[in-house]
T-cell receptor
Framework: QKEVEQNSGPLSVPEGAIASLNCTYS??????FFWYRQYSGKSPELIMF????GDKEDGRFTAQLNKASQYVSLLIRDSQPSDSATYLC????????FGKGTRLHILP | DVKVTQSSRYLVKRTGEKVFLECVQD?????MFWYRQDPGLGLRLIYF???????EKGDIPEGYSVSREKKERFSLILESASTNQTSMYLC???????????FGSGTRLTIV
């Protein structure tokens, strides 16, 4: 059974600090990795994707991939209250598998 | 702005009814998916389609069927609705299996 694991949280981070969200996956053949943000009662929204080992930065967001350790992370710099949401990690091998998400709460 | 549109935001139906959930995308995407999302269970794949007239079962297809007569439209059918099908239903599409999904806004379905 291929799996994507995330800590369910909630993860509480002070406003302005760095939020670090982590994800591990079981399928070594996975090729594509995604982070979605989901506000309460809304649908998931794709915010980052990464295909190669290393870091990928987009504004305040950085995705990090380590295929050897089967580990993906998302860093959110200068956290804002509007970043409070559930963050879903998704991994694509022969099909996309979603983690159950980490709830992030930014404390004003 | 590219879109995946689900026909209803909220829907209430009775046990035993046949229920149709419609999804339309305007991105000319080949691939379309239906998920349900429940607290503590995450996103679970019901059915997907990689082409017109084509459909594949996902992880939880029981009690559901789908139809894809046109590339842009993917319908989910609850053959005889039951209370355990009360859930948030999400349609998604992508243009290639290596790309991320665009999700619709979701349909919160309640079966009474």
């Amino acid at each position: 059974q291929k799996e994507v694991e995330q800590n369910s949280g909630p993860l509480s981070v002070p406003e302005g600090a760095i939020a670090s969200l982590n994800c591990t996956y079981s399928d070594r053949g996975s090729q594509s990795f995604f982070w979605y943000r989901q506000y309460s009662g809304k649908s998931p929204e794709l915010i980052m994707f990464i295909y190669s080992n290393g870091d990928k930065e987009d504004g305040r967001f950085t995705a990090q991939l380590n295929k050897a350790s089967q580990y993906v992370s998302l860093l959110i710099r200068d956290s804002q209250p509007s970043d409070s949401a559930t963050y879903l990690c998704a991994v694509n091998g022969d099909k996309i598998i979603f983690g159950k998400g980490t709830r992030l709460h930014i404390l004003p | 702005d590219v879109k995946v549109t689900q026909s209803s935001r909220y829907l209430v139906k009775r046990t035993g009814e046949k229920v149709f959930l419609e999804c339309v995308q305007d991105m000319d995407h080949e691939n379309m998916f239906w998920y349900r999302q429940d607290p503590g269970l995450g996103l679970r794949l019901i059915y997907f389609s990689y082409d017109v007239k084509m459909k594949e079962k996902g992880d939880i297809p029981e009690g559901y069927s789908v139809s894809r007569e046109k590339k842009e439209r993917f319908s989910l059918i609850l053959e005889s609705a039951s209370t355990n099908q009360t859930s948030m239903y999400l349609c998604a599409s992508n243009g290639d299996t290596g790309y991320g999904y665009t999700f619709g806004s979701g349909t919160r379905l309640t079966i009474v």
